[in-house]
């Protein structure tokens, strides 16, 4: 009877996956090869990957463009510095932790955002990250406004020597984002991809074909809350210093990731791996121009939305058909017909 | 008393958070755009006005004059060049193109001006205040300006609704094929509206310069005021926006009362309760 077998494999995604596979191994034993400054810089590269990954999940296929991510950031961080300062907590059980603490803080703040559609719900998840950011300000046992180092017991507890706390702190940046990552293509492949990608193509049809699509955006926003403020809290495990100006900072955890997704493309998971390229190899050749750099950046995202409206992943998948990941779902009914009447 | 005067003290400064969502609320209604870079359009119109008084040495509040086309004239190019160009059913362009936009003109600031506070000096009026009654004044400056943005809102109201541009605004805001099919040039129609908007933006940077220190990084957080009272006003009416003002006003001037570190939260709170209880606003007039 099933004459119809639904494929996700193609050619470019059969190298796309080896591809990556390899260079997780290569990744993965970056400690090896790479000096004190790649592994911090890698590790950075791998956070604005899942930032941004999860933004394109939030904003690209549920179709919730937020301009408050920066409210999960922060409250990861601030957690993470609650939990091992006040708590005890290994900051590495602070990280889980966190993701957590800010998934059951996001249900609440969803039902009343939710009230709000479109640019309204934008501006409105800002305010809200304003609330959270002023009230971290309010937390005097962290510091208050000017913020808070993380004590040196604490950073030497995680492991023996500076080197191995460095390849620990290392290693789970990259882990987090195999996860985020992962999770994601996993999310994407299974019932729930369908239903999204049906609500990113058109939300009235996947609606009107039985999608509940309030349900799925609530849902996807939670996850993100959860991945964002892991991230959050494992990017300020590694600066090492806290303060609210820095961990809600709407610039560095909302505007930047959004050029990311948008200059390698929104509503593919390819886009955020693409665009984070792109982004850290602009920032390594303008560094030294301080907020020229910044200004160019704003240039470099406008011109990308005007001109690729899809980014370079979207341009170079509807030019040559390319995925890295085997997400399509093709109908592949010829060859499986024969197999089938073979059974 | 006490509290009579911060609650006059809330509602004058609502003026001036009327004057940053006045511009916001009218370039919405005519083409459903929301400008991120409304709040840095605003502190721009502010360093416009620092240099223009400190070359002609003539009061910050005279300088509107010039500022006021100056920004307009920006307005118009930058909606002709490049905001046109982002319109469509998708919010996703031209939330990326004015948060662009957004950190262009910051950085720009950054560089041309350094980070330093800087503040316009308007000389004795600054101090100057009215006495009301026993143990009731009010500033001079603050009522000028609350008085500013009652006569902003009831002009830019009369344009909506009395004359030909304003008639122009209401067709394309409508149904945009109807009024080009009417013989409306929507780009320049749009150009148009996003030129008024930034001519009121102009005056709220002036006054905001001359209120507080303002410094390149300031300008996210007036587009929040502005929107917010947008929101609490209801999406699409003018004087909601005043009300909206007036409510943020009020809400900031009582929160800092109880805890000068209530002041902001004090007023996000009261709009995330409006969100809460009433999300069209106080006074809806068109659908978001």
Redesign the interface.
Known sequence: MSAVHIEHATPSSRIGTAILIALGIVLALAPVWGGRDDLRLLAEIYSYVALASLWNLL?GYAGL?S?GQQAYVGVGAYVLFALTMLAGVHPLAAVPIAGVFAATLSVPTAL?LF??????F???T???A??FR??A??ISILGG?SGTSLPAAIVTSMAGSRTLREFEIYWVSLALVILVVGAIFVLLRSRYGLALTAIRDNELAARSNGVDVTRTKLVIYVITACGTAMVGALIFLQKLRISPDTAFS??DWT?FV??IT?IGG?GRIEGPLIGTLVFFILRQMLADYG??Y??M???I??AA??QA?KGLWGFAANRFGWQLLPLERRVAPFEISKTSSEN | MHWLNIIIQGVLTGGLYALFAAGLSLIFGVMRLVNIAHGDLIVLAAYLALIVTTTLGINPLLSIIIVAPVMAAIGYALQRTLLNRTLGDDLLPPLLVTFGLSVIIQNGLLELFTADSRRLQAGPIEVDSIHVAAGLAVGTLPLIQFTVAVIVIAGLQAIFYRTAIGRAFRATSDDRAVAQLMGLDNRHVYALAMALSLAVVAIAGVFLAVRANFDPSIGPARLLFGFEAVIIGGLGSLWGTLVGGVVLGVAQAIGAEIDPGWQLLAGHIAFLVIVAVRPEGLFPKVQG
């Open positions: 904003a463009v301009v009343l009230r709000l559609r479109g640019h309204y934008a501006i409105a800002w305010v809200v304003e609330v002023l009230l300000a309010q406004g709407v610039n505007a959004i050029f948008v929104v907020s020229v910044l200004l950046l704003g240039v995202a406008i939305m005007l409206p």
